[in-house]
């Protein structure tokens, strides 16, 4: 099975430092066994050339280089390591550092690793790769039992001093700098629905001062095909943003019938890398998984008999992981988002591994009148 986070075989900072490496491929791209070569020369002089081969093929999967299946001569730095590479020509190693670090965390599942390390490390236990390999499977994100993926994500980690050294938990000054938020923001933004992720992309593309609401909405219907309560947008999306502190949201007084709300972005919304960071969370369940197995089984209760569709759907999606835990299951995808449903039903997969293997199709609705 296919590991959900980068191989970092013969790829990590004190192995083959990024500034050298790069320039390594600059200077010699796109001839691969050139470039090979010289990685063999440099870091592992006297050794085996599959050594340098695992570098590459390390080196494609953290997005640095284009390495064509069908093409075994062929090797090109990626937009991502044409902007490094400059940046190690011009001697500025930490800004490197950073925005690597930056990729990590947004694109290879980085977010989910350090998020886990956390919940870990907040439940009284010191963060090890045994722990941290468990935690991950249990939230549907493979890593091969004897794999170095994560240690190796962590020594990228370490290297734009994200985290200490042999340390896993984040330092949140640092997390803050690199994308603009911590763990805690990064918690609220996982938990808005669909729509109001979306509708919080569409207004930050705009990238104006003030806005009306269906204006914007209208804007996130053509860009994601996102479809909006007629009638209740303030309800179900712009006050869960408004308390996300993504938006300011003022009713208008002009015109006929019902009234748009005048939306203003925020400080945090206006951040460029607002829509990567969302959707990241987007397309995991690690930091949505954080809030949804800390609900108590009262508060799932609760939330199903709310009248806010984000807080039902919410405890719908909590309600799920609170059945597979108690099957011993594994999360592996949700198969229909709330925003779909207005919030009344969730459709999610799981896996169990116990004696036989097994697949879940669990299903969550709320249905109309709901009786506890």
Not at 51 to 60: D, V
Not at 84 to 93: H, P, S
């Amino acid at each position: 099975m296919k590991s959900d986070l980068p191989n970092s075989s013969q790829f990590s900072p004190t192995q083959t430092p990024l500034p050298q490496l790069l320039k390594i491929v600059k200077s010699l791209e796109p001839d691969r066994e050139a470039v090979t070569q010289e990685i063999l020369a440099q870091f592992y002089p006297g050794r085996d050339i599959q050594l340098a081969k695992n570098t590459i093929y390390a080196m494609s999967q953290y997005g640095l280089v284009n390495k064509p299946r069908d093409d075994n001569t062929h090797i090109s730095l990626t937009d991502l390591g044409k902007s490094l590479v400059e940046k190690a020509e011009q001697g500025r190693d930490a800004e490197l550092y950073d925005e690597f670090a930056r990729h990590i965390l947004l694109n290879l599942r980085g977010l989910d690793v350090i998020a886990c390390a956390q919940d870990i490390a907040t439940s009284g236990r010191r963060p090890t790769k045994a722990l941290l390999v468990k935690e991950l499977r249990s939230r549907g994100i493979y890593h091969p039992p004897n794999g170095t993926h994560a240690n190796g994500m962590r020594q990228w980690f370490e290297s734009a001093g994200l985290v200490d050294k042999d340390e896993w938990v984040p330092k949140e000054n640092r997390l803050q700098k690199l994308l603009g938020a911590n763990l805690d923001a990064l918690e609220v933004y996982a938990g808005l629905t669909q729509e109001q992720r979306d509708f919080a992309k569409a207004f930050a593309r705009l990238d104006v001062e003030e806005a009306r609401s269906s204006e914007v909405a209208r804007y996130a219907t053509s860009l994601f095909g996102t479809e909006f309560a007629e009638g209740g947008l303030p309800q179900s999306v712009l006050f869960a943003l408004r308390d996300a502190g993504l938006i300011e949201a003022e009713k208008t007084t002009s015109g006929r019938g019902a009234k748009p709300y005048i939306v203003r972005p925020t400080k945090k919304l206006k951040n460029e890398l607002i829509e990567p960071m969302l959707i990241s969370i987007e397309n995991s369940a690690g930091v949505q998984y954080r809030k949804l197995i800390r609900m108590r089984y009262t508060d799932i209760l609760s939330g199903l008999s709310s009248k806010s569709t984000h807080e039902k759907g919410l405890a719908l999606k909590a309600l799920a992981f609170y059945l597979a835990r108690l099957l011993g299951l594994e999360f592996v995808q949700w198969r229909l988002r709330s925003n779909k449903t207005g919030g009344g039903e969730v459709d999610v997969v799981m896996e169990g591994a116990r004696l036989i293997f097994s697949r879940w199709h669990i299903l969550c609705r709320v249905s109309a009148p709901y009786h506890r």
